[in-house]
Structures are given as structure tokens and as C-alpha cells.
T-cell receptor, first 110, second 116 residues
Framework: RKEVEQDPGPFNVPEGATVAFNCTYS??????FFWYRQDCRKEPKLLMS???SGNEDGRFTAQLNRASQYISLLIRDSKLSDSATYLC???????????FGTGTSLTVIP | EAGVTQSPTHLIKTRGQQATLRCSPI?????VYWYQQALGLGLQFLLW???????NRGNFPPRFSGRQFPNYSSELNVNALELEDSALYLC???????????????FGSGTQLSVL
């Protein structure tokens, strides 16, 4: 079983739509959780950390459910510039190993 | 403050040759990670170095190797190159302090390796 699993999509949504991505992780001892954004053939960039209490950054909201071992990312009022691949990342509870999902592709359509 | 830097940006080799890729972490970071990303695929973990030692390696053959220098920069070496080694190779660094709860990864812009 993979450490981190994501629906690869693609998600094609109109501008202004709300879209949600989910991710599950297998290791219950995982310590830290993140969403990264990757544009085509570029390096991944940190979008936001994910906290147990949930956190928001502008149009982006991240949630963590430790009991069910899943992480979500909600994007409200989608912009064309949100088109990218979104990577779910989990840091293990032992050592400093980071595990990446395969990414979810989002295309925002005018 | 400079971010993670990788060199070269592009590298073209022929099958059977050796490639050396370099990475300088963010100042103060002691952990360096290497990932391979083939076209259209996800990131595949290659190697993790911290404080000069290899801490873990992914499911890659031994011809993929590397090292970390005393200044925490790192090299990735790929011997006996094969066509399927063509990919974007990404380096990332983190502060390496295991007690920090919110340790993050910061990526360089990658080296595009093409094997002909």
C-alpha cells in the first residue's frame, strides 16, 4: 500500500467554482502534513501546511482528519492561475522522511 | 536569502555515460533530498542525506548514488545511464532538526537530464 494516495484527476472546473481534493495516508504516526503546488515542469512549491484544527489562507482551506487519516484542500472562487498539480505530502513520525502523493491535476477553464 | 540551487539546469548525455548533478541547500539546512520525476509522473524518492550521512534511499538501482559534503551541499551520480533515466531531477532541503514539528521541504528548480 502506498504511503500517500491521491485521486489524480484531472479536475476541469470553470472560473469561480469551488473544488476539493482529498488525500489519504497509511501511517497513523505521521507528524506533519502539507499541500504543495507544482506547475508544469517546474519545482513543487509549498502551498500550505495542514493543521489538526484546520487552517485557511485566503481562498484555500486545508483540513486534517487524523482518525480517518485523510487530508483535504478546498479552493474557493477558482482562478485561471490556480491551474496546476496539487501534491499531498506527509512527513513520517520516525525520522524526517517525506512522502508525496502522485498529485491531482486541476485545470480552471475560462 | 538564496534558495535551493541546482546545477546544471539541463544535461544531455548518451547511454552508458555518467551524470553528476549538484545541489546547494538553503543556508542553515542540513538535510538534502533527491527526487526523480519522469515526464507525466509523480515524484519518486531517490536519496536522503542529513549531516553528511545517507539516511535512506528509494527503490533505485545502485548505479544511482550520491554524497553530502561538509558544507551540506550534495551530488547525485548516475552511472551507466539508460534511456529511462531521462527525467527532471529535483533536490530539496530542510532544516534537518527532527524536533521541529513543522519541518518543511524547499525545492530547487531541478536538473533536466536527457539521455540519448
Amino acid at each position: 500500500r502506498k504511503e500517500v494516495e491521491q485521486d489524480p484527476g484531472p479536475f476541469n472546473v470553470p472560473e469561480g467554482a469551488t473544488v476539493a481534493f482529498n488525500c489519504t495516508y497509511s501511517n497513523s504516526a505521521s507528524q506533519s502534513f502539507f499541500w504543495y503546488r507544482q506547475d508544469c515542469r517546474k519545482e513543487p512549491k509549498l502551498l500550505m501546511s495542514v493543521y489538526s484544527s484546520g487552517n485557511e489562507d485566503g481562498r484555500f482551506t486545508a483540513q486534517l482528519n487524523r482518525a480517518s487519516q485523510y487530508i483535504s484542500l478546498l479552493i474557493r472562487d477558482s482562478k485561471l492561475s490556480d491551474s496546476a498539480t496539487y501534491l499531498c505530502v506527509v512527513r513520517s513520525g520516525t525520522g524526517n522522511q517525506f512522502y508525496f502523493g502522485t498529485g491531482t491535476s486541476l485545470t480552471v477553464i475560462p | 536569502e538564496a534558495g535551493v540551487t541546482q546545477s546544471p539546469t539541463h544535461l544531455i548525455k548518451t547511454r552508458g555515460q555518467q551524470a553528476t548533478l549538484r545541489c546547494s541547500p538553503i543556508s542553515g539546512h542540513t538535510s538534502v533530498y533527491w527526487y526523480q520525476q519522469a515526464l507525466g509522473l509523480g515524484l519518486q524518492f531517490l536519496l536522503w542525506y542529513d549531516e553528511g550521512e545517507e539516511r535512506n534511499r528509494g527503490n533505485f538501482p545502485p548505479r544511482f548514488s550520491g554524497r553530502q559534503f561538509p558544507n551540506y551541499s550534495s551530488e547525485l551520480n548516475v552511472n551507466a545511464l539508460e534511456l529511462e533515466d531521462s527525467a527532471l531531477y529535483l533536490c530539496a532541503s530542510s532544516s534537518g532538526r527532527l524536533r521541529r514539528a513543522n519541518e518543511k521541504l524547499f525545492f530547487g528548480s531541478g536538473t533536466q537530464l536527457s539521455v540519448l
